[in-house]
């Protein structure tokens, strides 16, 4: 080969290996580049919360992922997306989930559909200070409730602080009992709804962002809310007072979508963890230190600003405590007992445990909550009388309130679980009859004094039970029907009956029946309504064409309402004579306006706006004091309030006489009580082997509604004027 060819062959050879090592040199490069930027390339999370950026949980947010981002030399960068940027809570929640969103700060209760034990940090009054929230949360209870998020797919990490809530309104909010009446925008929350139903207001589930005009247009009369929403949403400018009442933690769950968090290097989960805790109590001192700046904000706006005294707290306290007891299966005895634990290091708490407990079962959160708040204010008052004159036995009497809800099943619960506390003397029962009757065969097993101060079916009493351990002192069916009967027929001879469909209306039915009878007459039409049904208009038209002149009416104050429109609905403007069921609930505050159409008179036993002895006025104005109430302020739902007061009082009689703590024992000694000057009357041998009724039909009236919605006796001669005013042949 010719050497030039050669030289030219070797040349061209060299350069297509050079480059074929070069290009598989560089290739190699390439594919090394390309794997160390997967494992240098930083990983990009996203994190949703709800709040604006001005707020400390916002602030601590971006402190988190900076941090993140300084320790992990930049290859974790975390993206903060504040005020609902990426969608609601429940959306970011949903997202989280999904897997859609890598970090969320959520609300606890937003949480609570997925874990019903979340509405933990709701319970009312259960923190005495932020430092015992602190501790629990960050403590076994609330790691217990982190763990709780696993089955979900999210890695609960910490509890942030949006502060504690509290009250806003249009009118002063010192105790329970202002929230009368009042609609409170709420968030969904079985707890939340039952703590504003069991004072007496209408909660009603609003979005956050749309409170402010639910406020400004009266759609609701006030709300709970912590500082940086009430300042930041500016609800001073629709709020004339705020109550600082520190009644409820507002916590927030830092958590990750946990296959996300799994599936980075451990190192760096751990410094995720680490640095979510290390930055908690930061977060927190930040909220504290914003709520200074809040409370100047709505102090200048001219918004009055009330601090709840101790006492004050400690009344809303107590009247919310069985709200904690209702919730304990959702929340778990395992996280209650370790939070109770911790709490009682930062709030004395006397449980009394060798002292003599009464359990009182009601309805606080359903259809008759006014009842259940009556009996229990009645009850708690003379227990504190009772105790501050030196208790019984050298004890003091404690109090053990549950709400059943009226619901007969829930009533056996609480009575079953009363029955294992080793010092219970008593058990009061509710409004409902039906709750009580359920429970005859229990109390008498369990040889428990049951004290009726509401419940009238005629069986509940006279139950062929012997030895007896039910006590009344509340209206009797048996005597009742007789009663409304003669002042029916005050108006017309010609009565229909109109009465709820269960135990109580059939015992209605037939005392009413037999009354009738015995004046040799009989009802034109007795029709039922169910419980639950949304109109009475189909039994109304009956009556109509039955040609009554007059109703009587038993039934419980939601269906009561519902006659009530259904009257007005079809211009039927009979007269209504009626058993004390109205009361109790809201018919009041529903039904007040039609009474100047439809003439409504109902029974009672007591009523504070009568004509008072000096030992009654002397009681109620000591009750008016403990309260902080006006002298001149109503009671609320006052028969059964009386009832309970009076009822309580003759059992500390009965303790002392039996000088023993021993139930059997103090039941046997009821039946000897002498004498007692009480609220409803002067008690004479209110109970005896034959007769457990402390009340006789000469202690029932008629009363009626005023304008202001008080109860108000018709005296005699009222009594006759309307039956000659409204009285057909």
């Known amino acids: 080969m010719d050497i030039k060819i050669r030289s030219h062959f070797i040349f061209v050879f060299g350069l297509i290996v050079a480059l074929a090592i070069v290009y598989f040199q560089g290739d190699s490069c390439a594919s090394d580049r390309r794997h160390g930027a997967r494992r240098d390339r930083p990983i990009h999370l996203t994190m949703g919360h709800n709040l604006n950026p001005g707020t400390a949980m916002h602030w ?22 504040p005020n609902q940027e990426l969608g609601t809570d429940q959306e970011m929640v949903e997202m989280a989930i999904a897997g859609n969103l890598d970090i969320i700060l959520t609300p606890t209760a937003k949480l609570s559909a997925y874990v019903p034990a979340m509405q933990f940090a709701d319970l009312p009054f259960l923190f005495p200070s932020p430092e015992a929230a602190y501790e629990v949360l960050d403590g076994e209870p609330g790691q217990r409730l982190l763990k709780k998020l696993d089955e979900f797919g999210l890695k609960g990490i910490a509890f942030w602080s949006n502060g504690f809530k509290q009250f806003t309104a249009n009118r002063p909010i010192l105790r329970p009992d202002d929230f009368q009446g009042l609609n409170i925008r709420i968030m969904k929350s079985r707890i939340i709804a039952d703590q504003f139903k069991s004072m007496g207001a209408n909660p009603i589930p609003i979005d956050f962002h749309k409170t402010y005009q639910a406020l400004g247009d009266g759609i609701v009369d006030g709300q ?61 001192m930040e909220t504290e230190k914003k709520e200074k700046e809040y409370l100047d904000i709505i102090r200048q706006s001219g918004c009055k600003i009330t601090v709840l005294t101790s006492a004050r707290e400690k009344q809303f306290f107590m009247d919310l405590a069985f709200i904690t007891d209702k919730y304990t299966d959702v929340i778990g005895d395992n996280i ?239 007269p209504i004579v009626s058993h004390h069921g109205i009361i109790g609930g809201r018919f009041w505050q529903t039904a007040g306006p039609l009474l100047s159409k439809i003439p409504l008179t109902f029974i009672q036993s007591f009523s504070d706006t009568a004509r008072l002895n000096t030992r009654q006025k002397e009681i109620l104005n000591n009750y008016r004091t403990l309260r902080a109430m006006n002298l001149a302020d109503t009671i609320m739902a006052p028969s059964g309030f009386a009832h309970a007061h009076d009822l309580a009082q ?80």
């Open 650 to 729: 003759l059992l500390a009689l009965a303790i002392k006489a039996a000088g023993s703590l021993n139930r059997p024992d103090i039941r046997n000694a009821m039946e000897k009580i002498d004498r007692y000057p009480g609220l409803v009357k002067a008690y004479v041998r209110p109970f005896n082997r034959g007769r457990h009724e402390g009340l006789t039909p000469e202690d029932y009236f008629l009363c009626r509604y005023d304008a202001a919605g008080r109860i108000i006796r018709l005296d005699p001669e009222e009594q006759n004027q309307q039956g000659e005013m409204v009285k057909t042949p």
């Open 60 to 81: 601590a947010a971006s402190l988190f992922a900076n941090e993140i981002y300084r320790k992990t030399h930049g290859r974790i960068s975390i993206e903060v997306f």
């Open 224 to 284: 709970e809310n912590p500082l940086v929403a009430i300042a930041g949403m500016k609800f001073y400018e629709v709020q004339s007072h705020l109550t600082i009442s520190n009644h409820a933690f507002l916590g927030y769950v830092l958590s990750f979508n946990q296959k996300r968090f799994q599936a980075l290097p451990e190192p760096f989960r751990k410094t995720l963890v680490a640095t979510a805790k290390q930055i908690t109590p930061l977060q927190r």
């Open 336 to 574: 209650m007992d370790g939070a109770q634990k911790i709490i009682g290091k930062y709030r004395w708490v006397d449980h009394g445990n060798n002292d003599p407990v009464i359990g009182l079962t009601a309805d606080f959160t359903m259809s008759s909550p006014a009842s259940g708040r009556a009996i229990r204010n009645g009850l708690t008052f003379a227990v504190n009388q009772i105790n501050k004159n030196g208790g019984v036995l050298e004890k003091k009497l404690r109090v053990r309130v549950m709400d059943d809800s009226g619901i007969p099943s829930r009533t056996r619960a609480n009575i079953e679980k009363l029955s294992r506390i080793p010092s219970l003397v008593a058990v009061m029962s509710g409004k409902i009859s039906a709750t009580v009757l359920a429970c005859l065969d229990l109390v008498h097993r369990e040889h428990i004094p049951l004290l009726i101060p509401w419940s009238s079916a005629t069986a509940i009493v006279e139950n062929g039970y012997n030895p007896n351990y039910a006590f009344r002192v509340s209206l009797r069916d048996r005597d009742v029907g007789p009663f409304l009967v003669s002042h029916a027929l005050e108006k017309s001879n010609k009565v229909a009956l109109l009465l709820i469909n269960n135990e109580w209306g059939k015992s209605n039915e037939s005392a009413m029946t037999r009354a009738l009878f015995d004046r040799g007459l009989r009802p034109e039409t007795v029709q039922w309504i169910n419980m639950g049904t949304i109109s009475a208009i189909p039994q109304l038209t009956q009556i109509r064409q039955s040609g009554a002149g007059v109703i009587l009416l038993a039934a419980d104050p939601e269906t009561s309402i519902l006659a009530f429109k259904g009257m007005t609905g079809i211009d039927l403007s009979l």
